[in-house]
């Protein structure tokens, strides 16, 4: 390689990195906005259960907003139930560790990992007497 082509190559890297730099500006700026649009109260105490105005709060955030997020990023069965009675209820655990974890979905899932293998449908069954 010649000297002009290494500089020209220098220059072309320059610019990729130049670019690259702007690019994740312009994402840590995605993330603490989409952070200030759904940050929790901070007076709200850690609940397993939480009501959709619970939620709500939580997220700071109205009721179609919930419900665009429910659709969009959440497991039914892990993140919110639906009741027999056609009502929802939320797990504040997980969504305290979505808010948490947005921008590591991997580390969420772990979380809904270790949830969903301690509920008690998930756990053996002890040997002993049938029921019947």
Known sequence: MTP?????LLSEV????????AS???LLKEVADLKSQLSPTPHLELKEVLSPD???KLLNCERHKLAQI???YWIKGAHYFLQSNGRSTYNGILLHDWIKNQAFPTMHQQAID?????????????PGRKRG
């Open 114 to 126: 270790l949830w969903l293998s301690q509920q008690p449908a998930q756990q053996p069954r002890k």
């Open 14 to 21: 320059l610019v990729l990195c130049r670019d690259l730099a």
């Open 54 to 56: 619970e939620a709500c």
């Open 4 to 8: 002009e082509s290494n500089h020209a």
């Open 24 to 26: 994740h500006d312009r």
């Open 70 to 72: 429910r659709t969009k």
